[in-house]
């Protein structure tokens, strides 16, 4: 009898431990951010002290989400630090006219419609209420990207389990229950499209 | 101890029940759903900035203003420009799916020589080599463009400049035979005409300016018994522009001169015709016989013509016998009738015929697809897409839609002089070059486009003629300077002309016309003068029965 | 205030040109027709039908009947048999959204609809190299294996909404969301509007005698109505077939 319990419970153990320890190592990719930003350092020195300086909206309420090349090349035209991460960005980048590949955390699928319009300017909501407290990192987090699904481990939220602070993540269900807690509800073309 | 098969299953079980137990399956099932539905292969849209910009098509003559919606830089929705007194914010359905066209399969990227794959270059040398040898032709599409300029300049060195003259542009010409005034400086007073007699002609179907009549239409009380505009169109089988028609006239095919003959004669017999017009040889019973109508019928066409003036007959293609009733109606020169709008005094040569003992013709991307040139020369045929008609011995690959900066003259048969500015909105392939930048190549002292566009416009502020129409404009005061005028017309306003003078076409015709050919039903895409069709077309004529698919036009 | 967003159609207006046709299917992303489509199998979320007065020879008059979803608003066929709830009415717009992702492909809405206003796409989508930097923005693409139809353009409802969110105002200027199939219409003959806000051109024209609506007996409550003033027009609301009328009355 104990030969089986045994038998069973390591079986039991293992799969336990492959399940929450294991398996989110092996489950996500890590990818480097083609530069190392510093959100912290931008935000002290340079006087581009808010979100909004360069996460800003458009005349017709559409949000510019991650800057384009001429919001760097505004100050960044020509070298002004002395780090290895704005040598190539001046010199691969804004001198040769690229778009800088930033690898976005919160990418959504073609098929959600999310206003931030809507959520900052109407619902008044912070943009660390859903993004975190990126504006004081002095470095841009490992970009971890689902091996199946291909999308961002800050959408499904850290926590397989999606266990932690609400909200977990960027899912439909993190969004529902947001709005489940304030009594917005919204229809399904109301958040896709 | 052995590990035995038991042992497998009950440590297989603990595996199992442990997994049931983490977040694994559960995740698997959701990562994988989300894999299935995003295959790679389902193309996406390009994320990125959304803006409104103005411009206008000159895919043919008619220039129709467009709202277009760009996302990343690319065009992605086309919609009409309100404020364009041509179109009024209406397009052509086709006009709607155009953005696409610059991707169409059938897209010209290379240039080509009998079938061969050459380069500009080759094409320079040979063209440079028959400029050398003997007088060349140029055949444009679309006049009066700055682009036209430079092929008429350099035509005026090296050889002649033809016009590939459309259908509605034709129908004009026996006024120019009678009254010495040119087509090209002549339109229709639609604006101001209270019954149209229509033989034939797809006013609501393909015709002119497809938006320009049928907003007109529709604003001047389409539809109703009652209507303000009173379309009666006469055509042997019902046709859209029939369906939708104040009265539809069944007559038989080919039979439009002797109508145009009779009704001529009922407005003699009751003194009704202008003075001094000429009087149709024919009997009113060979009239009858020969549509298939009765006396009365006619008699009361005739009626109908001049109680609900002013009355104007319209023919698809060039007929005599319907010019010389609009003669008999007093309407020419007059309000709702044929006017004169500028005062352009030369006619346009048509590409009809060309001169002999040509060396070489070149034929610009404006000119429609069906466009056949009649002569022995090397033919140089600028094209963006594939599928122009007849022998070309070199195909050059053109810009295509909205890809290369354009002005927008006068359109064909409006009534007013208009002038606008066509920014491009879609960068072209490296491989395409247009016919001015190719006569450029060949003899550099011509001025480009942006010039002549520039001086244009100052000429157009200095002659303190006509105002600006714009969106953005109706609040502003007019502008001050020639610099400050032009920035208006680059971003979509439109430069209108002084109302139409009426009076000023003598017509000089003692006799009644012979009677021409049975003329064609022009087909819904006559108009269309690309050879190839958006893709989206597919929706008219293949996905649906609205349409029967085009002869032609290749997809 | 709740919206109720429907169309009136005049057919008087309506020349057969098919540019909404074209419109619609240029702002919603559908492909050009896959090399076997017929007008069976193609997706046409907004469909121009050829009627004629049912003579012959020069007594024959035709008009033409722009269809799209009709928007019902009671007991809507669609929404009851879908097993996936992928398709439901908004309570605050009116409006009868579809949801492409979530459908299987059972279509078992498309043999429900009454108006066959819904399409299923049997291929996957496919344009020519190059030209998917053509496709909007605001609408996703669809893949092969679900259903699709009309959803009164709610990308521009989209843009009404975040554009009036910017300006701080809770609702939207009714300039700013048009449909594709109204904008392009050369004669205008589509109006659009909430039938909510009796005021409103859209509602207006839905309560003149003129008005009509098709198969409008089976009480699903379209929006979309229709109006001409002729009568072979109007009577080709419900079907001719004499039989068929007989069972209705017997219930």
């Known amino acids: 009898m104990s030969r089986i319990l045994m038998t069973f419970g390591s079986g039991f153990l293992a799969a336990l431990a492959a399940g929450w320890l294991a398996f989110p190592q092996i489950a996500y990719r890590q990818r480097q951010q083609p530069l190392a930003f510093h959100h912290q350092t931008h935000a002290a020195k340079s006087g581009v002290s808010e979100c909004k300086d360069c996460h800003a909206f458009r005349e017709d309420g559409e949000f510019t989400g991650i800057p384009k090349i001429e919001t760097c090349a505004a100050c960044h035209s020509d070298r002004i630090g002395t780090s290895q991460a704005e040598a190539t960005l001046v010199n691969d980048y804004i001198k040769k006219g690229y778009e800088t590949p930033w690898l976005v955390y919160s990418r959504q699928p073609a098929n959600v419609w999310f206003s931030h319009a809507i959520h900052v300017r109407r619902a008044g909501l912070q943009c660390s209420d859903c993004h975190g407290t990126i504006g004081a990192s002095d470095q841009l987090r490992p970009y971890e990207v689902n091996r199946i699904s291909g999308y961002s481990r800050d959408i499904e939220g850290r926590s397989s389990a999606r266990l932690g602070r609400s909200p977990a993540g960027m899912k439909m269900s993190d969004c529902e229950d947001c709005h489940h807690k304030r009594g917005i509800e919204v229809g399904c073309l109301g958040c896709h499209q | 101890m052995e590990f035995t098969r038991r042992d497998l299953l009950t440590w297989g079980s603990g595996i199992t029940a442990g997994l049931v137990l983490t977040p694994v399956p559960w995740k698997l099932l959701d990562d994988t759903s989300i894999w299935t539905q995003n295959w790679p292969w389902i193309p996406q849209p390009a994320r990125g900035p959304v803006e409104v910009k103005n411009s206008f098509c000159a895919l043919c003559p008619n220039g129709c203003g467009m709202r277009v919606r760009m996302a990343a830089g690319w065009p992605v929705g086309i919609s009409g420009m309100q404020h364009h007194p041509v179109n009024r914010g209406a397009l052509c359905p086709l006009g709607f799916g155009a953005h696409q066209l610059n991707w169409h399969p059938r897209r010209l990227r290379q240039v080509g020589h009998q079938g061969r794959a050459c380069s500009w270059s080759d094409a320079l040398a040979a063209f440079r080599k028959a400029c050398a040898e003997g007088p060349v032709a140029i055949i444009d599409g679309y006049p009066d463009r700055a682009a036209s300029a430079i092929c008429h300049g350099f035509a005026r060195r090296h050889g002649s400049y033809r016009v590939a003259l459309r259908a509605e542009q034709r129908a004009l010409l026996p006024y120019e035979k009678w009254s010495g005034v040119p087509a090209a400086a002549l339109g229709y007073d639609l604006e101001n005409t209270g019954t149209i007699l229509s033989f034939g002609a797809p006013l609501l179907d393909g015709w002119s300016a497809p938006g320009r009549f049928a907003r007109l239409w529709s604003v001047r009380g389409a539809g109703s018994a009652d209507s303000q505009l009173r379309l009666i169109q006469v055509e042997a089988a019902p046709s859209h522009t029939a369906a939708c028609a104040w009265r539809w006239v069944p007559i038989m095919p080919g039979s439009d001169a002797a109508l145009a003959a009779g009704i001529a004669l009922v407005l003699h017999e009751e003194h009704r015709t202008a003075p001094n017009a000429p009087v149709p040889s024919t009997t009113l019973a060979d009239a009858a016989a020969r549509t298939g109508l009765s006396v009365d019928a006619i008699r009361d066409l005739a009626r109908l013509l001049c109680e609900h003036g002013p009355a104007l007959a319209i023919s698809a293609q060039p007929n005599p016998a319907v010019a010389a009733l609009n003669v008999a109606l007093g309407a020419i020169g007059t309000r709702g009738g044929i006017v004169r709008r500028g005062r352009r005094t030369e006619p346009l040569a048509a590409a009809d015929t060309l001169p002999s003992h040509l060396r070489a013709v070149l034929v610009d991307a404006s000119v429609p697809a069906d466009f056949l040139a009649s002569t022995e020369a090397e033919i140089f045929r600028f094209a963006a897409w594939e599928g122009s008609a007849g022998r070309n011995d070199w195909l050059l690959p053109a810009p295509g839609f909205l890809e290369e900066l354009t002005d927008i003259p006068t359109a064909p048969l409006s009534s007013i002089e208009t002038y606008a500015v066509a920014p491009p909105l879609s960068k072209p392939p490296a491989e395409v070059k247009s016919a001015a930048q190719f006569l450029m190549a060949v003899d550099s002292s011509i001025p480009d486009v942006e010039k002549i566009i520039h001086a244009r416009c100052r000429q157009l502020f200095q002659s303190r003629a006509g105002h600006l129409q714009g969106e953005e404009l109706a609040a502003a005061a007019p502008p001050e300077s020639a610099q400050a005028f032009e920035k208006q017309l680059w971003s979509g306003a439109v430069w209108v002309g002084d109302p139409p003078h009426f009076g000023g076409i003598p017509c000089r015709l003692t006799a009644w016309p012979q009677s021409a050919a049975p003329v064609a039903r022009a087909g819904w895409t006559a108009a269309w003068p690309a050879p190839v069709l958006p893709p989206l077309a597919t929706k008219l004529y293949q996905e649906s029965s609205l349409r029967e698919p085009p002869e032609r036009r290749a997809i | ?251």
């Open chain 3, 1 to 251: 205030m709740n919206t109720r967003y429907g169309m009136v159609i005049d057919v008087d207006r309506c020349t057969g040109c098919g540019a909404c046709m074209i419109a619609c299917a240029a702002e919603n992303n559908v492909p050009p027709a896959a090399e076997r489509a017929t007008p069976r199998t193609g997706i046409t979320p907004m469909l121009v039908h050829t009627v004629s007065n049912g003579m012959e020879g020069s007594l024959k008059r035709e008009a033409f009947l722009p269809v799209a979803c009709m928007q019902c608003e009671n007991e809507t066929p669609c929404v009851k048999v879908c097993p996936q709830q992928a398709v439901e009415v908004d309570a605050s717009t009116g409006i009868v959204m579809q949801m492409p992702q979530r459908c299987l492909g059972c279509r078992y809405c498309m043999t429900a609809c009454p108006y066959h206003a819904r399409y299923f796409n049997w291929w996957d989508p496919a344009w020519p190299a190059g030209m998917e930097k053509s496709l909007n923005p605001g609408v996703a693409v669809r893949m092969r294996g679900v259903v699709e139809k009309c959803n009164l353009c709610h990308a521009r409802l989209h843009a009404a909404q975040e554009k009036a969110a910017a300006a701080g105002k809770r609702e939207i200027d009714p300039r700013d969301y048009v449909p594709a199939c109204v904008e392009a219409c050369p004669t205008g003959a589509i109006t659009f509007g909430s039938l909510a806000d009796e005021n409103c051109a859209a509602a207006r024209a839905a309560r003149s005698p003129e008005a009509f609506r098709l198969l409008a007996r089976l009480g699903t409550e379209p929006k979309v109505y229709y109006r001409s003033a002729r009568a072979w027009v109007r009577a080709l609301a419900e079907p001719r077939n004499e039989t068929r009328r007989k069972e209705v009355q017997r219930g």
